[in-house]
């Protein structure tokens, strides 16, 4: 029989977003009526899939049925979002079905926009063609890394931003390289790290201490380029420059290995509606959540216009913010503001070694640990690979908030040492 067609929360999009305002929310306030609008039937912990990529976690531990992530008393809706229409606080399914809504929280998360790049689509997955965005091509990666030898040509692209997790492209790129130097064959590869940015880090802080890592390991930085096309047959990747002085020259480039981040955009359910702004991503005030024109709805993740890092760690800080406004505002009381522009970026330099880059809003360093945030550490790895995942799976997607704070007293402009 079908469901009701009225909820007082109703969500779009079941990915860590959804799950978490939810959870928080039925701790809070068990009986608010919630309902989550979620196709697919499986999750994933994607900050896992740099890892899975290199060979050193299974992808298995990454996906977990989604049934079973659902907070107890919230209504799954297994379709998908098609339209928005605020003005009547509906929102259609693609199976046709409307449903209204007292409150609307919108975390529809990002489009992989592989069909951006001529041929990727039909060489992805093969001809030594890989990328650690997918979770269907995620463990290519690995089996690419098993096949270099010596004289193999490595490529790694970083696509223009916004896209999720900024480190991610550059992650796989050093952990490529500790692979060949596991082998003793790193001075007899070339490692190529082509990024559509002027610099290899957002953040200035670590991106000084990120370029002498890269030189450490030989790869050779290459700024302002953007991959256009792919012949996997060829293996052959063409980027084009965006630098004012070769706007538009290509530059064709051999490889025996090419890892792709794709470029990223707002689904186009979303990038349609009338919730956007100009660039489609959902238009909110960046430290309420709230909707800047509909004040009934609000947004977080990746999908939302906040200029954050697109991080899980962001949706962690965002969550207790939507959630608490949410409440808010059925109490008849003020929202409030309270995310920073928090992210977190665990910078995977080595099989055992990670910077912890975090930061908040306009790049202010803001570390959680007692330790100098530009060195690699091993407890660093260690909180990678085993402490966040415990964190996400137990409390994170279980609503609960309780965290250790960021240090926003950090004095974060200071050039750091290599020591």
């Known amino acids: 029989m079908p469901g009701p067609t009225h909820h007082q929360v109703l969500i779009v999009g079941g990915g860590t977003a959804g799950i978490t305002v939810a959870a928080i929310l039925k701790r809070r306030a068990p009986g608010i009526d919630i309902a989550i609008i979620e196709p697919a039937a499986e999750h994933y912990y994607q900050p896992a899939f740099t890892l899975v990529g290199a060979g050193v976690y299974p992808l298995a531990r990454t996906r977990r049925p989604e049934q079973g992530l659902i907070p107890v008393g919230v209504r799954w809706i297994r379709d998908a979002a098609q339209t928005f229409e605020p003005d009547k606080d509906t929102v259609r399914l693609k199976n046709g079905e409307a449903l209204t809504y007292d409150y609307l929280v919108v975390c529809a998360g990002v489009k992989l926009d592989w069909g951006k790049i001529a041929g990727l689509s039909e060489t992805l997955g093969k ?21 270099l030898k010596a004289g193999s040509r490595t490529v790694f692209t970083q696509p223009p931003l916004p896209f999720k997790c900024p480190g991610a492209p550059q992650k796989i790129a050093y952990l490529t390289a500790d692979h060949l130097q596991r082998l003793g064959i790193l001075k007899d590869c070339s490692l190529d790290y082509y990024v559509h940015a002027p610099v290899i880090f957002g953040v200035p802080f670590f991106a000084r201490e990120l370029v002498k890592i890269a030189a450490r390991y030989g790869i050779n930085l290459h700024y302002q380029h953007n991959l256009v096309a792919v012949d996997g ?36 359910e979303i990038k349609t ?34 200029p954050n890092s697109k991080t899980a760690a962001a ?3 965002q969550a207790p913010v939507v959630a608490g406004n949410l409440l808010h505002l059925m109490g008849k009381t003020q929202v409030e503001g309270g ?14 070694k990670t910077i912890l880059a975090e930061f908040i809003y306009g790049g202010k360093v803001t570390p959680t640990l007692p330790l100098n945030p530009a060195k690699e550490h091993w407890v660093g790895w260690w909180i990678k690979v085993t402490g ?10 279980k609503g609960r908030v309780w965290f250790p704070k960021h240090n926003t007293a950090f004095q974060g402009d200071v050039t750091p040492t290599a020591k």
């Open 315 to 317: 949706v962690r800080k």
């Open 388 to 397: 966040l995942p415990i964190m996400y799976w137990n409390y994170m997607l």
């Open 233 to 268: 047959a060829a293996k052959t990747a063409t980027f084009e420059k965006v630098d004012e002085q070769n706007k538009g020259a290509r530059v064709a480039v051999p490889f025996d290995m090419l890892h792709v981040s794709p470029p990223q955009s707002p689904p186009e």
């Open 273 to 306: 509606s009338p919730l956007v702004n100009a660039a489609g991503w959902v238009e909110v005030n960046q430290n309420s959540m709230q909707h800047v024109r509909y004040p009934n709805i609000f947004s977080l993740g990746d999908v939302a216009s906040s």
């Open 339 to 352: 995310y920073d522009g928090y992210a977190s970026c665990p910078l995977t330099t080595a099989v055992g």
């Open 127 to 147: 001809n030594g063609v890989c990328s650690n965005y997918s979770p269907a091509h995620v463990a290519y990666t690995w089996e690419c890394l098993q096949n």
